[in-house]
């Protein structure tokens, strides 16, 4: 009679085989007792969800092939992908039993949804007596450490969250995954006996519903490629060295950072990895660029906002929400529709809006430039209904990062200069005086002349008729003028900025005096305009 049992690695996030301590627990268990033990690395592919969850085609076509990928990575140390359809919990009360589970490892994940989850499986095992072992990987910090590094709360700022993680070692990433020794799989349970392919890899057929949504396949899934982009990033040290993001370009037809967003929020790259390579580099280069600005500056911002969502379920909207401001933002569907689909007659918002829908990823100060518009700058929407879109369309979508830097482009949060607004001509002309990238996305504008392709209602009617493209008729007219509308909207932040305070106030009426509070927040916030600039 058989009598071995299965360890089982559960990817969820970390879709990787580099310097991953939960499924090198699997291997190096099952290497040294090759008697006892099978190994089954699952991916458990619910198709409800595939239904509802609010991911575009470019998003679902990025994690298949990222499965794939992953599955060939792990044949090559003698194991595979076993793709599990259903609910985790249903699979997991089947398999535990069928494979005759005994230990279950994964990585952790801060996210209200995966913990709720992962404490459902986690009873499950219990219940059976299956061991769990988990890890947290996705971050370099454990953001529960930070926290209770910081006394118990997460680092409001940047600079405190720096000054706290300081004196916390990151541990190196792990080595080349040894080989599974037995190469013997498993036995086939009751559905493989049924269809042998049960357990396959989706194709792009069963994730992406709407084909006709795929846009060019700039940035393809896996961690094939996530080390291949990290190296050739990595490559040029003197780039690296002097990286500083305020002068990197939004509107580059090439990407003028790394895009390397989507694999980690995939953990198809280990941040504990690139962050090891990245201080490998500083040290050969003492004259470095520094954080927050520096591209390890970069990193540690995805571990700030991880550290403060990690404190906060309901941190990706504003009601309830410890951090974030309460905004009386307006709802105007409209307005939220032209922005969504880039037709709000602003060529720079619309080209940028339009490359997120194609391409699945836009630089940041892209991001800055469109999430200022909708919000505080033009529009006076709501960060959550930007987000929403951002959740759909951003190949990179990350529910720690997404809030975050919504609340920090809004003044909703983390950022309060709230009088600092971009303006959706004059930013994007800096980096790209001739309109080149108007030119790419908004193609209808490709012959308006760099001195009104920005501004093309500055362009009387007998020219855009000239140009080929006419207002009203062959793109909008603007929505908003920009001139007019933000300065209204910074009296309303103002406002609502003084309801904030006087909630606050009334809430603790022993603190300082509201004067006294005030000169505060005003100092803090001037000596911090550099600081923290991202
Ligand atoms: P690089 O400049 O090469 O930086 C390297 C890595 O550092 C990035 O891959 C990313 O993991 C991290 N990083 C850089 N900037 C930030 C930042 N401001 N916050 C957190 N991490 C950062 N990033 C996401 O990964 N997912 C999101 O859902 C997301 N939503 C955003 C929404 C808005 C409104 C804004 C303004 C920014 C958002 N960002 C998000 C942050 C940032 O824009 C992207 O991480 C960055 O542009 C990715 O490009 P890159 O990999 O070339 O970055």
């Given at each position: 009679m058989d009598t071995k049992t299965t360890l089982i690695h559960w990817f969820r996030k970390?879709?990787?085989?580099?310097?991953n301590p939960a499924l090198n627990l699997i291997i190096t268990k099952a290497n040294s007792e090759p008697t006892k033990y099978y190994v089954r690395p699952i991916f458990i592919l619910d198709a409800a969800l595939i239904q509802w969850l609010r991911v575009g085609a470019n998003r679902w076509r990025f994690l298949q092939q990222t499965l794939v990928d992953l599955d060939a990575n792990l044949r090559k140390v003698n194991t595979q992908l076993y793709v599990v359809r259903g609910t985790p919990a249903a699979v997991f009360s089947r398999i535990i039993k069928d494979w005759r589970v005994s230990l279950l490892t994964y990585e952790t994940d801060i996210e209200p949804y995966a913990l709720k989850r992962d404490a459902d499986v986690q009873r499950l095992a219990k219940e059976a007596g299956v061991k769990v072992e988990t890890f947290?990987?996705?971050?370099?910090?454990?953001p529960e450490l930070v926290i209770q590094r910081n006394g118990g709360s997460a680092p409001l700022t940047y600079q405190k969250f720096l000054s706290v993680i300081e004196k916390i070692k990151v541990p190196p990433a792990l080595g080349k995954l040894d080989s599974l020794i037995?190469?013997?799989?498993p036995p086939k349970d009751a559905l493989e006996l049924e269809?042998?392919?049960?357990?396959a890899c989706p194709t792009i057929d069963e994730l992406v519903?709407?084909?006709?949504?795929?846009?060019?396949?700039?940035f393809p899934g896996g961690e094939t490629e996530a080390l291949r982009r990290m190296n050739a990033a990595l490559s040029d040290e003197s780039w690296v060295a002097a990286f500083e993001k305020p002068n990197?370009?939004?509107?580059?037809?090439?990407?003028?950072?790394?895009?390397l967003s989507p694999y980690l929020k995939f953990g198809c790259l280990s941040a504990r990895l690139f962050h090891q390579r990245l201080m490998d580099i500083l040290k050969r280069h003492p004259k470095h660029s520094k954080p927050p600005v520096s591209l390890h500056g970069q990193l540690l911002w995805r571990e700030f906002y991880y550290t403060a969502a990690a404190s906060?379920?309901?941190?990706?909207?504003?009601?309830?929400?410890?951090?974030?401001m309460q905004i009386p933002w307006e709802i105007n569907e409209e307005h939220l529709t032209a922005w969504t689909h880039g037709r709000t007659g602003y060529p720079f918002i619309d080209a940028i809006m339009r490359q997120l829908r194609q391409e699945g990823w836009i630089h940041h100060l892209a991001r800055h430039a469109v999430a200022c518009f909708l919000t505080r700058?033009?529009?006076?929407?709501?960060?959550e209904e930007g987000q929403k879109v951002f959740e759909e369309l951003?190949?990179?979508?990350?529910w720690a990062l997404n809030a975050g830097n919504w609340m920090w482009l809004s003044a909703s949060?983390?950022?309060?200069?709230?009088?600092r607004v971009y303006s959706p001509v004059a930013f994007g002309k800096k980096t790209d005086p001739t309109g080149a990238y108007i030119r790419k996305?908004?193609?209808?504008?490709?012959?308006?002349?760099?001195?009104?392709?920005?501004?093309?209602?500055?362009?009387a009617l007998s020219a855009q008729r000239e140009y080929g493209c006419v207002l009203g008729k062959d793109y909008p007219h603007r929505i908003v003028k920009h001139e007019i509308v933000h300065k209204e909207n910074i009296k309303r932040m103002t406002a609502a900025y003084k309801v904030n305070r006087e909630v606050k106030e009334a809430k603790?009426?022993?603190?300082?005096?509201s004067k006294g509070k005030r000169k505060q927040a005003g100092t803090s916030a001037q000596s911090t305009k550099k600081k923290q600039r991202t």
């Open positions: 970390g879709l990787r085989v580099h310097d947290c990987t996705h971050t370099i910090y454990n037995d190469v013997q799989p269809n042998a392919n049960c357990y519903k709407r084909p006709e949504e795929l846009g060019a396949n700039k990197t370009a939004p509107n580059s037809l090439d990407p003028s950072t790394t895009v906060e379920t309901n941190f990706d909207r504003m009601l309830g929400n410890k951090f974030c700058g033009d529009l006076w929407i709501s960060w951003l190949l990179d979508q990350d949060a983390f950022f309060y200069q709230y009088f996305y908004v193609p209808e504008l490709a012959k308006y002349p760099a001195g009104c392709i920005y501004e093309p209602w500055k362009a603790s009426p022993k603190k300082e005096s």
